[in-house]
């Protein structure tokens, strides 16, 4: 591996200007561009793993993402200690389901949860609505917060999910968050963090997971809105 290539990500095809506001850049943890990799793209080291070989396939603010069949169980995963007892955080993820996916199934984009480990967040496309949306485990249920709307098929997206304090927040795109309320700070655990997966025997992705990152902070309005750029996002760093 060179230094390069944790400095910059992939040295090819970022499809749009980047040049990341240093405000963007405060407690950012990792970067994906899953542009022909699954390794981090910022200094930290945090590679992901990828399982069952998905493929590549035409990026939104990179060259390449990842292409994910659910049939084949395809999806990346990272166990990483450092981030399960964070209180504040953000999940971010540009998505597309394909045109093709299952309306009857959820379609996950994020999450860190494994079986016999509480859920700390879930990310989701739910399979009625079609709708963003966020759950998180308090240590005493299970919170949810949905963005109202359903998404369509074969279009790109920028989710993002996450803490801030005792709320739950879930956001589309540059749009205002929808909160909801917890009980106390998110649950502690080790599960790992993964893309396009959760409990791995349902709910995987069928379609494409872009440029993903995370933050030990929740990301203002503003912030969120540089990060997705008029829908052309901003290619790390």
Do not use: C
Not at 39 to 48: F, K, V
Not at 102 to 107: K, L, Q, S, Y
Not at 115 to 134: E, F
Not at 153 to 170: D, E, H, I, P, R
């Amino acid at each position: 591996m060179t230094r390069y290539r944790y400095r910059y990500g992939h040295p090819y095809g970022a499809l749009s200007g980047g040049g990341w506001s240093s405000d963007l850049k405060v407690n950012l943890q990792a970067v994906w561009p899953f542009n022909g990799d699954a390794l981090d793209a910022t200094t930290n080291g945090y590679d992901m793993t990828l399982v069952n070989s998905p493929t590549y396939t035409t990026g939104k603010v990179n060259a390449q993402a990842l292409q994910l069949q659910r049939a084949s169980t395809q999806y990346a995963s990272r166990t990483e200690t450092d981030w399960d007892s964070n209180v504040e955080w953000t999940l971010a993820s540009w998505f597309k389901v394909d045109s093709g996916a299952n309306d009857a199934e959820n379609h996950t984009i994020m999450s860190k949860y494994a079986s016999g480990v509480n859920l700390t967040l879930l990310m989701i496309i739910n399979n009625t609505s079609r709708a963003l949306r966020v759950s998180i485990y308090d240590d005493t249920s299970v919170k949810s917060a949905t963005r109202v709307g359903a998404l369509s098929k074969n279009t790109w997206y920028l989710a993002f999910g996450g803490v801030s304090s005792t709320t739950g927040k879930v956001a589309l795109n540059a749009e205002a968050a929808t909160d909801v309320a917890l009980a106390a700070a998110p649950h502690v655990s080790t599960a790992p963090i993964k893309m396009g997966a959760w409990s791995i025997s349902s709910d995987l992705m069928d379609g494409i997971v872009g440029s993903s990152y995370v933050w030990s902070r929740w990301l203002p309005d503003a912030e969120r809105s540089e990060l997705y750029n008029s829908g052309a996002g901003k290619p790390y760093p």
